[in-house]
T-cell receptor, first 112, second 113 residues
Framework: DAKTTQPPSMDCAEGRAANLPCNHS???????VYWYRQIHSQGPQYIIH???NNETNEMASLIITEDRKSSTLILPHATLRDTAVYYC?????????????FGTGTRLKVLA | KAGVTQTPRYLIKTRGQQVTLSCSPI?????VSWYQQTPGQGLQFLFE???????NKGNFPGRFSGRQFSNSRSEMNVSTLELGDSALYLC????????????FGPGTRLTVT
């Protein structure tokens, strides 16, 4: 079973920041938070991952709460091409099964 | 750098037949995972191979099998196809297990009639 909870859908105006929340209240100490997105009819695309510090790359920022029970993916200036399903995943990276368990994700629609 | 490639991209088979799908990972990547995606069940993990050994397996029947070759290329096989096997089959590669992110291929769209 997925270990994360995400809202099923969100809308965002083009040019505005898109903030996608994820709840992972049962996260373990060795589990990282990963974000992927899937644009229609394509394979999922890696966005970002983090353990407990906030992370930023050219695509997005990841904000993880101090207790690590939730996180937010931020797309700073959403474009129409960011319309996709966004998946938040927690998985161990130092031991265990390593496998990704995808939930149902958040369908983000960027509006012109 | 070439991405993950999957062949064929589209396939139509009849119930009872078997099918083999192929995945070539990104050069230097040693881990290959397979996923099944359907509208009803979403993205479901099938199995993971690393160094030619299956390391993880999802909750799928034994009709689903796979293997990995010494060059990290991987194949998955589905025997005795059922209508419910119609899906998008995705392959993903990563450098190692653990922290490495996965890079997905475009998928193989399998239709079982």
């Amino acid at each position: 079973d997925a270990k994360t909870t995400q809202p099923p859908s969100m809308d965002c105006a083009e040019g505005r920041a898109a903030n996608l929340p994820c709840n992972h209240s049962t996260i373990s100490g060795n589990e990282y938070v990963y974000w992927y997105r899937q644009i229609h009819s394509q394979g999922p695309q890696y966005i970002i991952h983090g353990l407990k510090n906030n992370e930023t790359n050219e695509m997005a920022s990841l904000i993880i709460t101090e207790d690590r029970k939730s996180s937010t993916l931020i797309l700073p200036h959403a474009t129409l091409r960011d319309t996709a399903v966004y998946y938040c995943i927690v998985r161990p990276t130092t031991s265990g099964t390593y496998k990704y368990i995808f939930g149902t994700g958040t369908r983000l629609k960027v509006l012109a | 750098k070439a991405g993950v490639t999957q062949t064929p991209r589209y396939l139509i088979k009849t119930r009872g037949q078997q099918v083999t799908l192929s995945c070539s990972p990104i050069s230097g990547h040693r881990s290959v995972s397979w996923y099944q995606q359907t509208p009803g069940q979403g993205l479901q993990f099938l199995f993971e191979y690393f160094s030619e050994t299956q390391r993880n397996k999802g909750n799928f029947p034994g009709r689903f099998s796979g293997r990995q070759f010494s060059n990290s290329r991987s194949e998955m096989n589905v025997s005795t196809l059922e209508l419910g096997d119609s899906a998008l089959y995705l392959c993903a590669s990563s450098k190692d297990r653990g922290l490495s992110e996965q890079y997905f291929g475009p998928g193989t769209r399998l239709t079982v009639t």
